[in-house]
């Protein structure tokens, strides 16, 4: 509910997971929730790290799934109720072209 995730959006929580996981349960608010709790949800964006919404909410890399389970945890969040899509990972690295191999003689 709309109250729960203002809750998760409070400087309490400052994991980006937990607030991205916020957000997504305010887009399933109706509008006439949201529209209740307005002046809380524009409080709300003091706590935000715009330097994170600047660059796309790319995760840091001091950021680990142990600080993501911990942020969870304490917020009373459980795995089961964030959609794996929610949860942004950090890129895969490139693969270059196998290196080749060294033929020896016979």
Known sequence: DVEDSLELLSSQFTNPTVRRYAVARLQQADD???LMYLLQLVQALK???FDDIKSGLEP???ETQGSVSESMA???VTGPEIESSQ???SPLPLISSPLPTSKTKE
Do not use: F, H, P, V
């Open 60 to 62: 840091t890399k001091k």
């Open 47 to 49: 706590y935000e790290n």
């Open 74 to 76: 304490a917020s009373g």
């Open 87 to 89: 949860i942004i990972t």
């Open 32 to 34: 006439e929730d949201l």
